[in-house]
């Protein structure tokens, strides 16, 4: 049986807890490796090795940092169909599905690039007479990230970037259900010139959580998952002193007026629904459908989904994965058993004619979810689209902004007045013009609103180089002796 170890010090460390848990093949529902679980100590080991690096790579230029993250985009680059066959699999998503979130991770390695520039302080001469005032952006030390299993490839890109370019030294704890693709990152971080200890991968479980949120010598923590953990690794790490960006959970609607194109709307909702199985915290996953053109749209949607190819990542015609694992593909069955008992229609069912073998579930739909079902209330997480028939747009945005989730939304229709009004009305963190999934360009940042974000910053793009720095301002003075005096005033700028 393949072991997977941790990366520390710039090698792979065989674990020493005693403990493993199981890496699964989802498309063929078979262990296909072990991977080691840390300990707290070994999480120790892990941030002292961070935390003895950290001074000289705070101290390395920014030249030589922007050089490190050059190299480190063409090595990602290079070896992408590399990193795209190990998420594919382990997590069971498509190759071509991978290979885009190698290319979204990519995004945020290039906006690090230009790091010298986004750490350029701010200078006023003169602020005084003869006293000038600067300030600078400074490292944190050593910072940590617990990434979700959905995307083992970009979330920990969307991280580790902007915090080594920063000058940070970084400890990752990726998802244990598919941790190899952020050791291959490890691999070429090290190639690409990065010193040894800068950059640390530890599996684990809940007790590498844990400690992680404990440990004092860690500064910053940045999580992506459910909200529940989300909203637990927010307290447990502010309560312990960390500056905390903790991304929760979602439930992201998609409101289609009267004069959408609903071809391009029921294509839109297809792709948003079902890519990568439901298993992003982007996906649509509740379709509000004004009452005049539902049916015709539903009708779209049904005649599409049999398009769909269902299977292992490996197959060539495949479109749609498994689950990650037999629990969740169960778990996720279980809302379309609920609909129906709760007054819903389930007019696509994904538990027939699927793969035997693996963890497949088809996709689904449901048509007349409203609030108060679990369906409607519940982040599913899977390839199940929920319909929900609304009577005008007032109603439709009154259900987005009165759910719990303000992750990501959209609007399809062909006036621009409406779209205007819908984006400075709604509340959510990211919004789409038909745009079914919404994810901001490396550039920008990426976060939601509500109990979709806990902390006060979103990740990656320009929030994501605050969130890795503290600002230090400094007021100067070079006086000539002469005028030196006792002054027990408050300092005067005038």
């Known amino acids: 049986m393949r072991r997977i170890s941790h990366w520390v010090g710039g090698k792979l460390v065989p674990g020493s807890s005693g403990r493993s848990g199981p890496v699964w093949n989802p498309a063929t529902g078979e262990r296909q490796a072990a991977v080691d679980l840390a300990s707290a100590d070994e999480v120790d080991h892990a941030v002292a090795?961070?935390?003895?690096?950290?001074?000289?790579?705070?101290?390395?230029?920014?030249?030589?940092?922007?050089?490190?993250?050059?190299?480190?985009?063409?090595?990602?680059?290079?070896?992408?169909?590399?990193?795209?066959?190990?998420?594919?699999?382990?997590?069971?998503?498509?190759?071509?599905?991978?290979?885009?979130?190698?290319?979204?991770?990519?995004?945020?390695?290039?906006?690090?690039?230009?790091?010298?520039?986004?750490?350029?302080?701010?200078?006023?001469?003169?602020?005084?007479?003869?006293?000038?005032?600067?300030?600078?952006?400074?490292?944190?030390?050593?910072?940590?990230?617990?990434?979700?299993f959905n995307f083992p490839a970009m979330v920990p890109l969307w991280m580790i970037a902007n915090a080594l370019a920063c000058g940070n030294t970084f400890v990752l704890k990726p998802s244990e259900r598919d941790p190899s693709a952020p050791l291959l990152l490890a691999e070429l971080l090290r190639e690409a010139g990065l010193p040894d200890g800068c950059f640390n991968v530890v599996n684990g479980d809940a007790e590498a959580v844990e400690r992680i949120l404990a440990h004092e010598d860690v500064a910053a923590v940045s999580f992506v998952g459910s909200t529940a953990v989300a909203e637990h690794v927010h307290g447990a790490g502010t309560r312990n002193g960390k500056r905390v960006q903790a991304l929760g959970g979602a439930k992201n609607h998609m409101l289609v007026l009267p004069d959408a194109d609903l071809d391009v709307a029921a294509d839109a909702a297809v792709s948003a629904a079902y890519g990568s199985a439901g298993e992003r915290c982007m996906a649509i996953s509740v379709l509000l459908v004004i009452d005049s053109v539902a049916d015709a749209l539903i009708d779209r949607i049904r005649e599409r989904i049999p398009r769909i190819k269902v299977g292992p990542a490996a197959g060539d015609d495949s479109e749609m994965g498994p689950l990650i694992t037999a629990e969740h593909r169960d778990r996720v069955a279980g809302y379309l058993a609920a609909a129906s008992a709760e007054g819903a229609t389930v007019l696509v069912d994904g538990r027939a004619d699927v793969p035997a073998c693996g963890f497949f579930l088809g996709?689904?739909?449901?048509?007349?979810?409203?609030?108060?079902?679990?369906?409607?209330?519940?982040?599913?997480?899977?390839?199940?689209?929920?319909?929900?028939?609304?009577?005008?747009?007032?109603?439709?945005?009154?259900?987005?902004?009165?759910?719990?989730?303000?992750?990501?939304?959209?609007?399809?229709?062909?006036?621009?007045?409406?779209?205007?009004?819908?984006e400075f009305e709604v509340n959510a963190g990211m919004v789409g013009i038909n745009?079914?999934?919404?994810?901001?360009?490396?550039?920008?940042?990426?976060?939601?609103?509500?109990?979709?974000?806990?902390?006060?910053?979103?990740?990656?793009?320009?929030?994501?180089?605050?969130?890795?720095?503290?600002?230090?301002?400094?007021?100067?003075?070079?006086?000539?002796?002469?005028?030196?005096?006792?002054?027990?005033?408050?300092?005067?700028?005038?």
């Not at 994501?464 to 002796?481: A, E, H, L, Q």
């Open 363 to 422: 996709p689904s739909l449901i048509d007349g979810v409203r609030p108060g079902m679990r369906c409607y209330d519940d982040e599913i997480f899977g390839p199940v689209l929920a319909v929900t028939r609304v009577g005008s747009y007032e109603e439709g945005l009154r259900l987005i902004n009165e759910n719990r989730y303000g992750n990501g939304t959209a609007v399809f229709t062909r006036d621009g007045g409406a779209a205007r009004r819908f």
């Open 435 to 494: 745009v079914p999934i919404p994810t901001p360009v490396g550039y920008y940042s990426f976060g939601g609103w509500k109990a979709s974000l806990f902390g006060d910053r979103h990740m990656y793009g320009p929030e994501g180089v605050d969130f890795y720095t503290r600002s230090k301002v400094v007021t100067s003075r070079w006086p000539d002796p002469a005028s030196s005096a006792i002054d027990l005033g408050f300092p005067q700028n005038r």
């Open 49 to 148: 090795v961070a935390k003895a690096a950290f001074p000289d790579w705070r101290a390395t230029s920014l030249a030589r940092r922007a050089e490190v993250m050059f190299r480190f985009r063409e090595l990602v680059a290079a070896n992408r169909e590399d990193l795209a066959f190990l998420v594919s699999a382990e997590h069971g998503k498509v190759l071509s599905d991978a290979l885009g979130e190698v290319a979204r991770g990519l995004e945020n390695v290039e906006f690090a690039c230009g790091i010298p520039h986004l750490l350029k302080g701010g200078h006023t001469e003169q602020a005084a007479t003869g006293i000038d005032v600067h300030s600078v952006r400074q490292p944190l030390g050593v910072v940590a990230g617990i990434t979700p």
